[in-house]
């Protein structure tokens, strides 16, 4: 006998704790499409799919790719959070779609998908990420020690490192950068997410390039661009309080303590 | 079409290609060629931890280390290998940390380690705490801390680049890597990058399986190239199963979530681990819990309606400890399935997890064209290859080591290699094959869809060749992977334009998941024995007299161009540990 395996569609009502069974409905995606090749225009594209609203809205865009429309386009590769590849404006909202479910999102409605604002769109959902990942390296993203290394690892207490666990979990998905409207009128302001990642290394105890780094984080494009619109905590898929280690970075630069 | 030329080509900007780049970019100029953003890759999604011996929560040391690895692969390891691996761990922790690598700490401030599946205390004795770990985002933070120091070392990196296609020369009878082609994603061009060395870090197959916790662009790419110019594979028939995936959708919860505690249930509430490993118990090595999961299934005592699954049980666990230690898996729970981990048990079920298998390499990382000869300028380390440190079962956490471990120690031969030598002339046309294949795809008119291809291989591999297998099994998958690969010829895609076309990468994805599929039944139907991953019911004891050897597979193709596999074998390296038998 082989491995048991399940199926899906044909697994019927639980009784586990968590999501009742919900039967399979007919949602619609409004997608806004975009391609260069065909056209210099974006235009919104409906589709209806039969889908289970437990599902993610990545399993949606599946199925259209993969059963209605191969020339749909978009970025993924976990699926569960944790790659930062697709994310996209959902419903008005920045979201991963892997992370998104359909029920969350009343379905009777078209559920609308646009690319991340911000930043050129290439085709359909996907933009150009180089801006992005330019301003994070502008912000000397590692950890910078002086005088010899020790032959063992540096000591760090629970509570020093507990100091900046936050902004560790970054997945640099960009959701938070592009749902900045200082970001959306000014694409050289640095953005939440390259702050988030030196916040990550100014609050590190071993780390000694903090001056260093509110240097850059105190030019005209740096945090005091930030108008404190909490956009992008509300954006951030992995609950990091960006906001707040915005704040904690201006409060640095005024004291100089960190 | 495009020509570059560097010294040394990296494929792949995981764990195992950064670590390797971090090295060669220091001594030669180096490329990383990556399909995926680095930050996107797989690596990211690894949770539970890293195993060294710091020994700096209670007594340890890498010897012991070296043994867990070796019994933990059914004795298919090779055992200078896996003592490189346990020794050099030690250091590979430590050049993380000094990288930047955010460890939870021990009251002390050191580096605080956690238990794992099949790591002992002094040969099986007790779980011993060995895992060094970042919460249950240990790949994540290697991944990131990895991606700082590439960006602080100024490595070049071609993102969204597909390397397809491996390139050969022969010089004076010994077949020398050239250099790679590759497809570049957002604008449909090809190019030639022409290097002294090429080093494969392209990650796993998972994909072939529809349960599994491998990301969408894990399709052996890297195997495939090397696969179809000639090259062997190793050990593809040892695929691993992780016993806690969720339910259904296959999502990754670490073993560290039974490291710190969690306890497997079936229906009864039972501990049922207790029966099958009584020392070890719900941290016994993950086949073992996988098909004790699965022989708790079809007895009878799964639970759900359907009777499909089991329970991975954290609700005795305060939740304070769940938010320090298991912050992320307890999140997938609530998103995934609606449950609350503090107070309901977690739906689980097995999920193809890790290939053992992969591209032969010696410990340098140099890859090998048979079972001696070093394939001069071409090396592999991670997944991708076969050192094989894994054998026919990969402990948790030494994933996360290997790639650290072979990809320094690639990195580091490959940059040293390409100084020594002169470049390669290229031969004729060379990205003539992949023009060919490209041209074909966007071309065709054929009536199969790749999307329904891939569902049903997936649902072949499920259930013939997971956790249980016998002949008839197999058999049933060789042939349905036959006829899917006829079909595959058939097949045709919608978006036939150049830029970021990402139909006609997953179509050539498909291509590369039946090749491989191929191989793992093939390789699967001849190991007439079950040890580690591998488990024949029709066979379902470990044979050491016949098959204490690693299985090498290779395509021939006849002079009418039909192809086949072929099957060889090779010996096991063997130090100082004796073949026993394996109880936990």
Redesign the interface.
């Known amino acids: 006998?082989?491995?048991?395996?399940?199926d899906?569609a044909e697994?019927?009502?639980?009784?586990?704790?968590?999501?009742a069974d919900t039967p399979y409905i007919t949602a619609t995606f409004r997608i806004r499409r975009f391609?260069?090749?065909?056209s210099d225009q974006s235009e919104w594209e409906d589709f209806e799919v039969l889908i289970d609203p437990?599902e993610r809205v990545l399993d949606a865009l599946h199925k259209i790719?993969?059963?209605l429309?191969?020339?749909l386009?978009?970025?993924?590769?976990?699926?569960?959070?944790?790659?930062?590849?697709d994310a996209m404006r959902i419903n008005g909202k920045n979201r991963l779609a892997c992370?998104t479910?359909i029920k969350d999102l009343n379905p009777d409605k078209p559920i609308t998908i646009e690319a991340i604002k911000g930043l050129t769109v290439?085709?359909?959902l996907?933009v150009d990420?180089d801006p992005f990942?330019q301003a994070?390296?502008d912000v000397?993203?590692?950890?910078i020690t002086k005088g010899n290394?020790?032959t063992?690892?540096?000591?760090?207490?629970?509570e020093d490192?507990e100091r900046?666990?936050d902004t560790?979990?970054?997945?640099?998905c960009a959701a938070c950068t592009s749902s900045c409207p200082v970001f959306w009128n000014d694409g050289q302001y640095f953005g939440p997410a390259a702050i988030v990642n030196a916040h990550r290394?100014i609050f590190?105890s071993?780390?000694e390039g903090g001056e260093q780094r509110l240097e850059i984080l105190n030019d005209k494009d740096g945090v005091w661009r930030c108008r404190t619109t909490f956009n992008c905590t509300d954006a951030c898929p992995r609950g990091i309080e960006v906001t707040k280690a915005i704040q904690e970075v201006k409060r640095a630069l005024i004291t100089r303590r960190f | 079409m495009k020509i570059h030329k560097y010294d040394t080509v990296i494929v792949g900007a995981g764990g195992a290609g950064m670590r390797a780049a971090i090295e060669s970019t220091k001594r030669s100029r180096t490329a990383v060629l990556t399909k995926l953003y680095p930050t996107r890759s797989h690596t990211g999604a690894a949770q539970g931890g890293m195993a060294a011996a710091l020994a700096n929560v209670e007594e340890d040391n890498w010897e012991w280390h070296t043994f867990d690895t070796i019994k933990g692969g059914d004795y298919l390891v090779d055992q200078d290998a896996a003592e490189i691996l346990a020794k050099e761990a030690i250091d590979a922790v430590l050049d993380l940390e000094k990288m930047g690598l955010p460890f939870n700490r021990t009251p002390a401030g050191e580096i605080d380690q956690r238990r794992f599946g099949g790591h002992s205390r002094n040969h099986g004795e007790a779980p011993v705490r060995r895992a060094c770990y970042a919460a249950d985002r240990t790949g994540h933070m290697i991944l990131q801390t990895l991606y700082q120091n590439c960006v602080k070392e100024g490595v070049e990196f071609f993102n969204e680049f597909y390397v397809l296609d491996q390139l050969l020369v022969e010089e004076d009878g010994v077949k020398k890597s050239a250099g790679v082609v590759a497809y570049e994603l957002a604008t449909g061009e090809i190019h030639v990058f022409q290097s002294k060395s090429v080093i494969y870090a392209s990650g796993g197959t998972g994909k072939f399986f529809k349960v599994t916790s491998n990301a969408h662009t894990l399709t052996g790419d890297g195997q495939a190239a090397c696969y179809r110019r000639g090259l062997p594979l190793e050990d593809m028939e040892f695929f691993q199963f992780h016993p806690t995936g969720i339910w259904r959708m296959g999502i990754l919860l670490t073993e560290g979530a039974r490291g710190e505690g969690g306890i497997l249930r079936n229906k009864d509430g039972e501990r049922f681990m207790e029966k099958y490993a009584p020392v070890m118990k719900d941290l016994a090595s993950r086949d073992v819990v996988s098909r004790s999961i699965y022989t708790e299934i079809r007895e009878g005592r799964g639970c759900g309606p359907e009777g499909d699954h089991v329970y991975l049980d954290l609700t005795h666990l305060p939740p304070e400890q769940l938010d320090a230690k298991l912050p992320d898996i307890t999140e997938f729970a609530r998103t995934y399935l609606g449950i609350e981990p503090y107070t309901d048990p977690i739906p689980i079920q097995p999920t193809a997890h890790y290939a053992m298998g992969g591209i032969p390499t010696n410990v340098q990382g140099e890859v090998l064209s048979d079972n001696t000869t070093v394939v001069p300028g071409l090396y592999a380390a991670g997944e991708v290859a076969c050192v094989s440190v894994h054998g026919a079962n990969r402990l948790g956490t030494n994933s996360l080591l290997d790639i650290n471990v072979f990809g320094k120690r690639s990195g580091i031969a490959a940059a040293e290699y390409a100084h020594k030598t002169e470049y390669i002339e290229l031969p004729e046309n060379p990205a003539a094959m992949v023009e060919a294949q490209i041209e074909r795809l966007r071309n065709s008119t054929g009536t199969e869809r790749v999307a329904t291809i891939r569902l049903e291989l997936q649902e072949c591999m499920d259930a013939n060749v997971m956790v249980f297998r016998t002949e008839q099994t197999i058999k049933t998958a060789v042939e349905k992977i036959a006829e899917l690969r006829e079909r595959y010829l058939n097949v045709s895609i919608q978006d036939k334009g150049r830029r970021f076309n990402t139909d006609l990468l997953e179509a050539v994805e498909l291509g590369n998941l039946l090749d491989l599929a191929e191989v793992m039944a093939t390789s699967a139907l001849a190991r007439k024995e079950s040890r580690g991953g591998h488990y024949r019911e029709d066979y379902p004891n470990r044979d050491d007299v016949n098959f204490m050897r690693h299985t090498m597979a290779y395509r021939e193709v006849a002079d009418d161009g039909t192809e086949s596999i072929r099957l060889d074998y090779k010996p096991v390296v063997q130090t100082r540990y004796q073949p026993m038998e394996r109880k936990y």
């Open positions: 006998m082989a491995t048991p395996t399940m899906k697994a019927a009502g639980t009784p586990e704790p968590g999501f391609n260069p090749e065909v437990k790719k993969w059963e429309d191969g020339t386009t978009f970025r993924r590769s976990c699926a569960h959070g944790v790659c930062g590849s992370k479910l290439l085709k359909d996907v990420m990942f994070y390296r000397m993203p590692f950890l290394e020790p063992r690892e540096r000591l760090q207490s629970a490192r900046f666990d560790t979990k970054c997945i640099l290394f590190d071993r780390d």
